[in-house]
């Protein structure tokens, strides 16, 4: 099958690849590792993110994207060239059109970045579109439509919360606060408290299992395994999901002030509207345990779960790839 149309959810912490008609058809971590003496690329995606932390000084692991945005230009464009390979298989004669998701509060320059990295990796034409647009769309709001709706986007790197009326975004913030933060903050909790060192992916581990964003009387309880900073030997420890909640309030706060920014800037009758229908979660972050209860606490707005919400956003490209005289304002490129 000769695949032209694939949608790609760029993301600081993973990345979603969407072909109409099939789906989803890759999910793997934004991870790279290169050969310190010759640069060049030893693993990507999944395979790589097995060496984090575990590799020699001779191997490098790092994400190339950070906060939302190209850190490394050339390893960008080699990861989206792996996965677009690993997509079209042999039928590399046809170069497909990508739909590329980014920050809305991304730069001119940084666009043109992500526009740059995708020709490199073999695209025939490449578009970018705003995640809340995105999210939006693969949540089934009708974006074009007169009414408002609002989106919470929490990812990896990023936070973004919009106001979306048709077709375009009337009121947005984006914060570069989002499950990275969540993940350190997670971390220096634990070094403080029990002056045990973890890596970054038992933070993010801890954050799956029993991460919540209120405290609550059933808690949930996890042993966990790290590097005692006093004896210098590894201990175990349990930890319990209210712990979690206290270690991860500073992120969630600034996450809720930004969602309260775009609300004091929406027009009253789109208000209304989000008020009317409640705000949707999307992003690896609305799998947090409570955080529509919490949102849904300070704002006094209602706020929901989207379905499969670690999707929303690669769905998003699904659609705009099968309607892109539709949804053409909703996207750029630069030719």
């Known amino acids: 099958m000769v695949i032209r149309k694939i949608g790609i959810d760029l993301g600081t912490a993973n990345t979603l690849v969407f072909i109409p008609h099939k789906g989803i058809v890759i999910n793997e971590p934004s991870v790279v590792a290169i050969a310190v003496d010759n640069n060049k690329i030893l693993a990507i995606g999944a395979e790589a993110r097995e060496m984090l932390g575990r590799t020699p000084e001779v191997i490098k692991t790092y994400k190339p994207l950070k906060d939302g945005v190209i850190a490394d230009y050339q390893v960008?464009?080699?990861?989206?060239?792996?996965?677009?390979?690993?997509?079209?298989?042999?039928?590399?004669?046809?170069?497909?059109?990508?739909i590329i998701s980014v920050p809305v509060g991304i730069t001119?320059?940084?666009?043109?970045?992500?526009?740059?990295?995708?020709?490199?990796?073999?695209?025939?034409?490449?578009?970018?579109?705003?995640?809340?647009?995105?999210?939006?769309?693969?949540?089934?709001?009708?974006?074009?439509?007169?009414?408002?709706?609002?989106?919470?986007?929490?990812?990896?790197?990023?936070?973004?919360?919009?106001?979306?009326?048709?077709?375009?975004?009337?009121?947005?913030?984006?914060?570069?606060?989002?499950?990275?933060?969540?993940?350190?903050?997670?971390?220096?909790?634990?070094?403080?408290?029990?002056?045990?060192?973890?890596?970054?992916?038992?933070?993010?581990?801890?954050?799956?299992?029993?991460?919540?964003?209120?405290?609550?009387k059933n808690k949930n309880e996890l042993e966990i395994r790290g590097l005692d900073l006093t004896e210098g030997l590894p201990k175990n420890i349990i930890i319990n999901s209210n712990e979690i909640a206290e270690a991860i309030d500073s992120p969630l706060k600034e996450i809720i002030q930004a969602i309260k920014s775009v609300l004091s800037e929406t027009p009253p009758e789109?208000?209304?509207?989000?008020?009317?229908?409640?705000?949707?979660?999307?992003?690896?972050?609305?799998?947090?345990?409570?955080?529509?209860?919490?949102?849904?606490?300070?704002?006094?707005?209602?706020s929901y779960t989207a379905d499969e919400p670690l999707y929303s956003v690669a769905k998003g490209t699904g659609v705009i790839l099968d309607n892109l005289d539709l949804y053409k304002k909703s996207i750029t490129t630069y030719r």
């Open 270 to 302: 789109l208000a209304a509207d989000i008020m009317e229908r409640g705000m949707i979660i999307a992003g690896g972050g609305a799998l947090l345990n409570n955080i529509n209860e919490l949102i849904t606490k300070i704002t006094g707005v209602p």
């Open 76 to 98: 960008t464009a080699a990861m989206l060239k792996y996965f677009i390979n690993k997509v079209i298989g042999p039928w590399k004669l046809f170069k497909p059109d990508l």
């Open 108 to 216: 001119s320059t940084e666009r043109r970045a992500v526009i740059g990295a995708a020709r490199q990796a073999g695209a025939k034409e490449a578009y970018v579109a705003r995640e809340p647009i995105l999210a939006a769309l693969g949540t089934g709001v009708p974006i074009n439509s007169a009414g408002g709706n609002m989106l919470v986007n929490i990812g990896g790197g990023t936070t973004e919360v919009a106001v979306i009326s048709l077709g375009g975004i009337v009121a947005w913030s984006s914060v570069r606060v989002a499950g990275n933060k969540m993940d350190e903050a997670i971390t220096d909790y634990i070094k403080k408290k029990y002056n045990l060192a973890i890596g970054e992916r038992t933070a993010e581990e801890i954050k799956i299992k029993i991460g919540s964003a209120l405290a609550t």
